[in-house]
């Protein structure tokens, strides 16, 4: 099982330029989220998805647009690429049925440059 | 309002001596708590877990975390600290009833001196 796959695993963006961070999972998990981890702040959510056609705002949202058409993929979306974008971006996912008591599964991470 | 606290920003042992990773959360009903492990460029593994049954947990690596209820903590520790120990670790809560949000706390960088 490949479990949680990001794509890309880094990349460099220009201020303005815009991009789609890929997160697809193979466990049929219903929810996903987006986080984001930033030096010595711990991970912050982005957004996340409890199911396909769902989605709802995270602590920070602003600058980020995501969908879920599908229970296997949860993109996120960087409309206007800022210099306060650069981050390392994680997503995850969890089943409804055991997610309080088993946590999330991450993927390995994306690490984003905007210069 | 800060759900998870880490108290120690940074901590540093010498191979073969104890770890110990304080954390202390805020929840107004009973949590479920994690900590999970990064290592250097790496993804994020989960370590151990509480959710209301034994107060102390044990899990992957040789490390244990006791919740204590009355102090609100759930400190993580090793009786014997290895190389590969050195990487952030994570205090995680879910502190709602009604989702599986998950809190992080600021994360803490354990170094081991060999």
């Known amino acids: 099982n490949a479990g949680v796959t990001q794509t890309p695993k880094f990349r460099i963006l220009k201020i303005g330029q815009s991009m789609t961070l890929q997160c697809a999972q193979d466990m049929n998990h219903n929810y996903m989220y987006w986080y984001r981890q930033d030096p010595g702040m711990g991970l912050k959510l982005i957004y996340y998805?409890?199911?396909?056609?769902?989605?709802d705002k995270g602590e920070v949202p602003n600058g980020y647009n995501v969908s879920r058409s599908t229970t296997e993929d949860f993109p996120l979306r960087l409309e206007l690429a800022a210099p306060s974008q650069t981050s390392v971006y994680f997503c995850?996912?969890?089943?409804?049925?055991?997610?309080?008591?088993?946590?999330?599964?991450f993927g390995s991470g994306t690490r984003l440059t905007v210069v | 309002a800060q759900s998870v606290t880490q108290l120690d920003s940074h901590v540093s042992v010498s191979e073969g001596t104890p770890v110990l990773l304080r954390c202390n959360y805020s929840s107004s009903y009973s949590p479920s708590l994690f900590w999970y492990v990064q290592h250097p460029n790496k993804g994020l593994q989960l370590l151990l877990k509480y959710t209301s049954a034994a107060t102390l947990v044990k899990g992957i690596n040789g490390f244990e975390a006791e919740f204590k209820k009355s102090e609100t903590s759930f400190h993580l520790t090793k009786p014997s600290a290895h190389m590969s120990d050195a990487a952030e670790y994570f205090c995680v809560v879910i502190v709602s009833s009604n989702d599986y949000k998950l809190s992080f706390g600021a994360g803490t960088t354990v170094t081991v001196r060999a």
């Open positions: 998805s409890v199911g396909a056609g769902i989605t």
């Open positions: 995850a996912t969890s089943p409804i049925e055991t997610g309080r008591v088993d946590g999330y599964t």
